[in-house]
């Protein structure tokens, strides 16, 4: 297991950023320009001109994004174990496991 912390150099909102990360240089890329691109279009549709004030606005939504993405998983990990029960009332008493 890699534990070596990679230093890659983004830019946000004109700022440039040091990142300290686990991930790759790209994934970290990645990610900045995704937050970026939300500060920005916060900055964009409202009347947000602090760039501090938009990165919040920004995170919120980002959190929003993160959090109906796990309740769609939990939804769709419970369909699958349904699923799964329902195959395995098809299986040999043996195989069901």
């Not at 700022?15 to 991930?23: F, P, Q, R, V």
Request: glycine share 6%.
């Amino acid at each position: 297991m890699n534990t070596t912390k990679q230093s890659t150099r983004v830019t946000i909102v004109g700022e440039e950023y040091t990142i300290k990360s686990d991930l790759s240089s790209e994934r970290t890329r990645e990610v900045a320009a995704y937050v970026d691109a939300a500060i920005r279009q916060v900055m964009a549709s409202a009347s947000v001109v602090e760039s501090h004030k938009a990165a919040i606005l920004a995170a919120l939504s980002i959190t929003d994004e993160l959090f109906k993405e796990r309740a769609g998983n939990a939804e769709m990990a419970d369909v699958m174990n349904g699923l799964s029960g329902e195959l395995r009332r098809w299986l040999p008493p043996g195989k069901r496991g």
